[in-house]
């Protein structure tokens, strides 16, 4: 049989390395992703333009409609709604999508984007 110390070593050794686990295995939700690929230049607070304008309400509302932003010519032009279409869209592509965009970002991989946009879309 093992010494009592040796025992508890083991299991402590177990459970660590099964919170390890966890830990790792449980992917980013889209709010820390959106902190990590968007907060850089986007709030998400009414009102709070950075580099890039507030997404507070984004999802569903028309392109270019932020009170006191100063868009490129070509997304205030560009006169679509941010469904989740054209969010992943123009996430995945921005200037392939409303050409003339000052967004320039590197996209995201999908499923980070399809995380971002149903935490914009769990914010309405
Ligand atoms: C390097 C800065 C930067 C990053 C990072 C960035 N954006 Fe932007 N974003 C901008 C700028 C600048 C604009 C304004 C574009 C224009 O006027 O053409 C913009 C505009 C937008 C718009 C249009 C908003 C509106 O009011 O019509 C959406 C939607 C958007 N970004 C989503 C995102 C998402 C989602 C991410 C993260 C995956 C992201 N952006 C990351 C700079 C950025």
């Keep these: 049989m093992y010494p009592s110390f040796l025992k508890s070593a ?14 790792a295995q449980t992917p980013p939700n889209g709010e820390t992703l959106f902190r990590q690929r968007c907060g850089s230049c986007h ?3 009414a009102g709070q333009n950075r580099v890039g304008p507030s997404l507070h309400g984004v999802f569903g ?15 205030t032009a560009w006169g679509q709604n941010w469904t989740a279409v054209n969010l992943e869209r ?4 921005a ?3 409303v050409p003339g965009t000052k967004m320039s970002i590197v996209a995201p991989p999908p499923a ?3 995380e ?9």
Excluded at 10 to 23: Q, T
Excluded at 65 to 70: I, P, R
């Design 61 to 75: 509302r028309r392109a270019g409609a932020v009170a006191g932003y100063s868009y490129s010519p070509a997304l």
């Design 95 to 97: 200037r392939a999508t």
């Design 10 to 23: 083991i299991i402590a050794l177990v459970l660590s390395s099964a919170a390890g686990l966890s830990a």
């Design 112 to 114: 980070q984007r399809t």
């Design 43 to 45: 709030t998400v607070q």
């Design 116 to 124: 971002i946009i149903r935490y914009l879309q769990s914010l309405r």
């Design 90 to 93: 123009y996430v995945a592509g």
